[in-house]
Nanobody
Framework: QVQLVESGGASVQAGGSLRLSCVASGSTITNFDCMAWFRQAPGKARETVATRYSRADITGYADSVKGRFTISQDIAKNTLYLQMNSLKPDDTATYYC?????????????????WGQGTQVTVSS
């Protein structure tokens, strides 16, 4: 049974940095063609933050985080990361890790098979 467990969320001031981690169990992350980070703020729809197509090392980012966030993985640690720099109050949300063995031509979608429980990021001004 695949499980994804996020960590690293915290309360920080604007301009600060955080690194979120997502540890996978029940499967190696190399089995997932697509891995992604999503976020959902109170009262708002869930949005895709960053995706990674592992076979070609292709990444994608929401316009709102481009240049500030970086998605990466450590195969040896079976972990997906999201490095977040220059954080803004608008980045406040619960962040979710997701994974899917399917590619289907793109990873920028939200019908992922596996999801973590989320980690809270709060950015104060």
């Amino acid at each position: 049974q695949v499980q994804l467990v996020e960590s690293g969320g915290a309360s920080v001031q604007a301009g600060g940095s955080l690194r979120l981690s997502c540890v996978a169990s029940g499967s190696t992350i190399t089995n997932f063609d697509c891995m992604a980070w999503f976020r959902q703020a109170p009262g708002k729809a869930r949005e895709t933050v960053a995706t990674r197509y592992s076979r070609a090392d292709i990444t994608g980012y929401a316009d709102s985080v481009k240049g500030r966030f970086t998605i990466s993985q450590d195969i040896a640690k079976n972990t997906l990361y999201l490095q977040m720099n220059s954080l803004k109050p608008d980045d406040t949300a619960t962040y979710y890790c997701a994974a899917d063995p399917r590619y289907g031509g793109y990873c920028w979608r939200d019908d992922y098979n596996y999801w973590g429980q989320g980690t809270q990021v709060t950015v104060s001004s």
